[in-house]
């Protein structure tokens, strides 16, 4: 009984332990998400990424400024919805 119980406190060891360095590694996920973000903001150029279907997934604020949409309301829309179909295609 004794073995078992050194091995039930020892894997909670282990489990608190795994616990605690996800959240680390979540909170410096966080905080990189957070700087590359103000970085994608500051810049004067427009940048943006899209998924496969072509769907706008972000954008910075200066493609939010040029088409005078929220980032939000980017991710719902495609180029097609935005420029005419020869500049939506490039």
């Keep these: 009984r004794a073995k078992a119980e050194q091995e039930l406190t020892s894997a909670l060891l282990h489990l608190e332990q795994e616990i605690k360095e996800r959240g680390r590694i979540q909170l410096e ?3 990189s998400a957070h700087l590359l973000r103000s970085f994608f903001d500051a810049s004067p150029d427009l940048v ?3 998924g496969e279907n072509h ?3 972000g954008a910075n604020k200066a493609m939010e400024k040029l088409t005078g949409k929220k980032n939000e309301e980017l991710k719902q829309l495609t180029p097609l919805a935005l420029y005419d179909e020869q500049t939506a295609r490039k």
Excluded: P
């Design 29 to 31: 996920l966080e905080q």
């Design 55 to 57: 769907q706008f997934l």
């Design 48 to 50: 943006f990424y899209r």
